[in-house]
């Protein structure tokens, strides 16, 4: 015959550890879910943060190069979310800023934006020369053609300039027919003549609106800051009355102020 042992004992020390283990791999099983679940959340939410870094990285760099980037709406109520919304006033302000700065009809800087850039230069002790330009037979296209015509001639004459100059430089309608070149850096007179020919060479070469042959001229006034004066409002005004002097010398010219 069996013993007790045998019969009772090691039947339920064999069903005791069976259910021991069974419980264990239970609870193992459970902490492996939630570790997987946790870890497969964790992933989702950085992959969701990832998203949002690189949305805003890109408004910054925007940002930087000039541009005005658009609203990004990221959905969140945390510090990202804070941080998009703050991104996106700040473009808004950008663009109004720009736009008060921005002549409509060439896309080159009005007066107030060459204003702006000339005062910026000062203030960081940055030398440069401006050329004060006028357009010579410029009323005749308005009058014969119409404005649409003479908008369009603008419009070439901005892409002249532009072409003109380097990409730091700034080019800027004041109104009518006036334009400003800012040349930053540049003190060299050799340098700057140099540049004055190039435009004068390019204003005079026939711009062509369809079948029409338009055929302008410019009268320039150059000043050097700060050689020709200490403050923005002495430097223009010097600039424009020597461009007053080459409209009265015969115009098509151009000239340093003395």
């Given at each position: 015959m069996r013993t007790f042992l045998q019969r009772y004992l090691i039947p339920v020390a064999v069903i005791v550890i069976v259910g021991s283990a069974l419980s264990f791999i239970n609870v193992f099983l459970g902490v492996l879910v939630t570790l997987v679940g946790t870890l497969g959340l964790v992933a989702l939410l950085a992959r969701q943060d990832?998203?949002?870094?690189?949305?805003?990285?890109?408004?910054?760099?925007?940002?930087?190069?000039?541009?005005?980037?658009?609203?990004?709406?990221?959905?969140?109520?945390?510090?990202?979310?804070?941080?998009?919304?703050?991104l996106g006033r700040l473009g808004k302000t950008d663009k109004a800023a720009q736009q008060?700065?921005?002549?409509?009809?060439?896309?080159?800087?009005?007066?107030?934006?060459?204003?702006?850039?000339?005062?910026?230069?000062?203030?960081?002790?940055?030398?440069?020369?401006?050329?004060?330009?006028?357009?010579?037979?410029?009323?005749?296209?308005?009058?014969?053609?119409?404005?649409?015509?003479g908008d369009a001639v603008l419009r070439k004459v901005a892409e002249i300039f532009n072409s003109c100059v380097r990409d730091e430089d700034t080019v800027a309608r004041l109104g009518g027919d006036e334009f400003t070149i800012i040349l930053y850096g540049m003190t060299?007179?050799?340098?700057?003549?140099?540049?004055?020919?190039?435009?004068?060479?390019?204003?005079n070469e026939p711009i062509w609106l369809n079948d029409l042959r338009i055929k302008l001229g410019a009268s320039i006034g150059i000043t050097v800051a700060p050689t020709d004066g200490a403050s923005v409002e002495s430097i223009l005004q010097a600039a424009d009355e020597t461009m007053y002097t080459v409209k009265k010398a015969g115009r098509n010219n151009y000239r340093f102020y003395s």
């Amino acid at each position: 015959m069996r013993t007790f042992l045998q019969r009772y004992l090691i039947p339920v020390a064999v069903i005791v550890i069976v259910g021991s283990a069974l419980s264990f791999i239970n609870v193992f099983l459970g902490v492996l879910v939630t570790l997987v679940g946790t870890l497969g959340l964790v992933a989702l939410l950085a992959r969701q943060d990832s998203a949002a870094i690189t949305q805003l990285r890109h408004m910054v760099e925007k940002m930087e190069s000039g541009m005005v980037p658009e609203a990004v709406n990221l959905n969140r109520v945390d510090e990202l979310g804070a941080l998009a919304a703050a991104l996106g006033r700040l473009g808004k302000t950008d663009k109004a800023a720009q736009q008060a700065s921005t002549d409509p009809l060439t896309g080159l800087a009005n007066r107030r934006g060459m204003l702006q850039k000339m005062d910026a230069a000062f203030k960081r002790q940055q030398p440069f020369a401006l050329m004060y330009i006028d357009l010579d037979k410029f009323k005749p296209v308005n009058d014969t053609y119409g404005h649409e015509a003479g908008d369009a001639v603008l419009r070439k004459v901005a892409e002249i300039f532009n072409s003109c100059v380097r990409d730091e430089d700034t080019v800027a309608r004041l109104g009518g027919d006036e334009f400003t070149i800012i040349l930053y850096g540049m003190t060299d007179k050799d340098q700057i003549e140099e540049r004055a020919k190039r435009i004068m060479e390019v204003i005079n070469e026939p711009i062509w609106l369809n079948d029409l042959r338009i055929k302008l001229g410019a009268s320039i006034g150059i000043t050097v800051a700060p050689t020709d004066g200490a403050s923005v409002e002495s430097i223009l005004q010097a600039a424009d009355e020597t461009m007053y002097t080459v409209k009265k010398a015969g115009r098509n010219n151009y000239r340093f102020y003395s």
